[in-house]
């Protein structure tokens, strides 16, 4: 057992599911539990497809919680239409996985959270590659866990490139920046893996045919969520030439951050109407010695893929 624990935090569209996968094939961490939150789907299906993803790599005893269902700021969720068009409906690419077998876990995501801090300590990785809706309340609940958790990677964010939501935001941000902004302003350890990394980060049909070259049932439904994936990328960005791998990456960068390149930033999310969502540096602490975020700027692309390609096809080689 890996010393190392990680706590995923999705909204189980379909690079959430290759990050599950990537988490669950690295050797050097154990993934404790995943909590889910709302986005790409609503929360109870984002929780559904998480089950149905472990359930299909083999890993029946990884649990599975319910986050918040909404932003701190609102009273309900609706899926944006682009979200719906990017992953499908179901939010796995349209494909068919059996019904998982197990609930989500009665205990609220919010409270696992606490908790494995608490257990964990600086030995635990969060990894939320939604919105940050479920880790703010964590923070506003028990404030001590900011300085328990060993580190946050995040998947979201813009500093260098425009937002994808706006010309601003990103879009997990853009769920909820008023919680994005407290987990910024916190005292936890923060990486933001950002749009700025995640779109030189691609994958192609080359590689969803070395999945299903291996004949196994992950190794076939895994390709035909990401060809589905790889497909929405021909018409929504076809100047990538692929799919971005937003949320693996920040799986990958959580585990080996010499991955990227980091710039650190005394950073806030603007809430203000006109610039709602963006993530930029704060000019009030421009000159604080004490940088709340490390900002990846650019990343190993060849190493990352290569690392990618030989966990995910290891795994499904075996499921």
């Known amino acids: 057992m890996a010393t190392r624990k990680m706590i995923l935090d999705l909204d189980t569209g379909i690079d959430d ?55 701190s700021t609102t009273t309900h969720f609706d899926v944006m239409p682009i979200s719906a068009q990017i992953h499908g409906k179901n939010g796995i690419g349209e494909v068919d996985l059996p019904m998982p077998k197990r609930q989500p876990e009665t205990k609220s995501g919010v409270d696992f959270l606490i908790e494995s801090a608490h257990t964990f300590g600086k030995n635990l990785i969060v990894v939320p590659t939604g919105p940050l809706t479920n880790l703010a309340k964590a923070l506003k609940k028990a404030p001590e866990i900011a300085t328990e958790i060993g580190s946050v990677t995040l998947m979201g964010g813009a500093l260098t490139v425009p937002g994808n939501v706006s010309p601003v935001a990103e879009a997990n941000i853009n769920q909820d920046p008023t919680a994005a902004d407290q987990v910024f302003e916190s005292k936890l350890n923060i990486t ?3 749009l700025d990394v995640t779109l030189r980060t691609l994958l192609t049909k080359t590689e969803t045919a070395e999945w299903r070259s291996l004949h196994t049932t992950a190794g076939k439904k895994f390709a035909d969520i990401v060809d589905y994936y790889i497909d929405v990328y021909k018409i929504t960005s076809p100047h990538l030439h692929g799919c971005a791998l937003h949320d693996p990456l920040a799986v990958g960068v959580a585990l080996d951050p010499s991955l990227v390149s980091t710039l650190d930033l005394n950073m806030f999310v603007d809430t203000s109407k006109e610039m709602w969502g963006r993530t930029i540096g704060d000019p009030a602490k421009l000159t604080d010695k004490n940088p709340n975020v490390s900002v990846a700027l650019t990343v190993d692309q060849a190493t990352y893929l290569k690392r990618f390609m030989s966990y995910l096809s290891g795994l499904f080689a075996k499921n």
């Open 17 to 71: 599911a290759m990050a599950i996968a990537y988490a669950v094939a690295a050797p050097d961490v154990d993934l404790i539990g995943i909590v889910s939150s709302y986005g790409n789907v609503l929360t109870p299906l984002s929780a559904q497809n998480s089950l149905k993803i472990l359930e299909l790599l083999g890993q029946p005893n990884v649990p599975v919680f319910l986050g918040e269902s909404h932003s």
């Open 192 to 194: 933001m893996v950002g």
